[in-house]
């Protein structure tokens, strides 16, 4: 089975500040999303991670705050801009391959913002 | 959008029991995954179902698309199994996915 990998595992950082974590497949996958879990709640749908052209955001989730970029099929960044401690968060990668209907996820990383 | 409901939000138990967790969706849905969060936060794929029924050990899933529900089932629980489970589903194929609240499970040795 493909190893979906994500960067950094854990940060603690100041607010004002931003961090990009990025989110690498060892092999092309068709699509790539990125979630948020605030402490002790479900997952929610930041962005549809699209190769070559602009990230496709949910309601609640901009591009200024969250910009997206997926430069090819294997790897995908997520940068969470001017932070606050609202933000501290697991923030996770998932990914579909076009033969599959079903989502894997990677690690995720866990923010902590001061 | 699409609203998922899952529950009992928290499931207490002693080793050895069974389980059956429910997950209802509001509308159609071409993908409906059950997930386990261990407690060091990995997201485990327990089953792909959005209908009819599989089984993968000492666990089970059922979705029945026609009335919007899916059950996951564990049998003879262990402490292992310790965690949250989540329910997550979506209408379209190139969709992210709508999450559950999710059921907090607890097994007691």
């Known amino acids: 089975s493909a190893v979906i990998s994500q960067k950094p595992s854990r940060d603690i950082c100041q607010r004002g500040t931003s961090l990009t974590i990025q989110c690498q497949v060892d092999?092309?996958?068709?699509?790539m999303f990125w979630y948020r879990q605030q402490p002790g709640q479900s997952l929610t749908l930041i962005a549809t991670?699209?190769?070559?052209?602009?990230?496709?955001?949910e309601s609640g989730f901009v591009i200024d705050k969250f910009p997206i970029s997926r430069p090819n099929l294997t790897f995908s960044t997520l940068t969470v801009s001017n932070m606050s401690p609202e933000d501290s968060s697991i923030y996770l990668c998932?990914?579909?391959?076009?033969?599959?209907?079903?989502?894997?996820f990677g690690p995720g990383t866990r923010l902590t913002v001061l | 959008g699409i609203q998922v409901e899952q529950s009992p939000p928290d499931l207490i138990l002693q080793e050895g029991a069974n389980s059956t967790l429910r997950c209802n969706f509001s509308?159609?849905?071409?993908?409906l995954q059950w997930f386990h969060q261990n407690p060091w936060g990995q997201l485990i794929n327990l089953f792909y179902?959005?209908?009819g029924t599989k089984q993968n050990g000492r666990l089970s899933a059922t979705t029945v698309a026609t009335e919007r529900y899916s059950l996951l089932y564990i049998s003879s629980s262990q402490t292992t199994d310790s965690g949250v489970y989540f329910c997550?589903?979506?209408?379209?194929?190139?969709?992210?996915?709508?999450f559950g609240k999710g059921t907090h499970l607890i097994i007691q040795p």
């Open positions: 179902i959005p209908s």
């Open positions: 997550a589903v979506s209408g379209g194929g190139a969709d992210g996915l709508t």
């Open positions: 509308d159609s849905v071409n993908n």
């Open positions: 998932s990914v579909e391959w076009a033969v599959y209907n079903e989502q894997f």
């Open positions: 991670a699209n190769q070559g052209s602009e990230a496709t955001y």
């Open positions: 092999s092309q996958v068709t699509m």
